[in-house]
């Protein structure tokens, strides 16, 4: 079975500038998690996706969303792009998105502002 | 301060050592306690998932969770070089916390020859 995949695998962006990132799931999950990792923060979690329905948001500003489509594959999307919004992004993905599941990684999408 | 602490490390050992990871977290409603393994340029992978205080051991892993202090830990016996690899606790809420988990900053452990 094929894991979860995420591209692209590498992005440099300059300040201003929006992006968008895509997050395919294992086959048969329907939940979909977005988390970033920094070297001073750790992962941080942004939120989580089921059903097309975001279910649980982080603490970001609302210059970070997303979106589910019917084939559970996952978009995450930065508008105005900061220099601190370089970070791995990281997605995840459940079978249900219920509480004690194995959440399964990407390899992430590390992205660099410049 | 954040929820849960995790010393970054470096903690380097020789081959074969028993190495000690350890994090602590403030939030009592912390209920599903896991670690996870990241080698550099890939993303966490499940190592160790825990739900009540005691002992769980995996081969060469075992987890401990010790609810009254706040406190889980993360026993390897007989590293190898293949353990060198950044290790993250990751908790959980029972309810109300979806799917979110909260994370430590990670250890990063090289296991040298």
């Known amino acids: 079975k094929a894991g979860v995949t995420q591209t692209p695998r590498y992005l440099i962006k300059t300040r201003g500038q929006q992006v968008t990132l895509s997050c395919s799931p294992i086959s048969g999950h329907r939940s979909v998690s977005w988390y970033q990792q920094t070297p001073g923060q750790g992962l941080q979690f942004l939120f989580e996706?089921?059903?097309?329905?975001?279910?649980n948001k982080g603490n970001f500003p609302g210059r970070f969303s997303g979106r589910q489509f019917s084939n559970s594959r996952s978009e995450m999307n930065v508008s105005t792009l900061e220099l601190g919004d370089s970070a791995l992004y990281l997605c995840?993905?459940?079978?249900?998105?219920?509480?004690?599941?194995?959440?399964?990684f990407g390899p992430g999408t590390r992205l660099l502002v410049l | 301060q954040k929820e849960v602490e995790q010393d970054p490390g470096p903690l380097s050992v020789p081959e074969g050592a028993i190495v000690s990871l350890n994090c602590t977290y403030s939030n009592s409603a912390f209920q599903y306690f896991m670690w996870y393994r990241q080698y550099s340029r890939k993303g966490p992978e499940l190592l160790m998932y825990?739900?009540?205080?005691g002992n769980k051991e995996d081969g060469r892993f075992t987890a401990q969770v010790d609810k009254s202090s706040k406190y889980i830990s993360l026993f390897i016996r007989d590293s190898q070089p293949s353990d060198s690899a950044t290790y993250l606790c990751?908790?959980?809420?029972?309810?109300?916390?979806?799917?979110?988990?909260?994370f430590g900053t990670g250890t990063q452990l090289k296991v040298e020859l």
């Open positions: 825990t739900y009540s205080s």
């Open positions: 995840a993905s459940t079978l249900a998105g219920a509480v004690g599941e194995t959440q399964y």
């Open positions: 996706y089921f059903s097309e329905t975001q279910r």
């Open positions: 990751a908790m959980n809420r029972l309810t109300g916390g979806g799917n979110k988990l909260t």
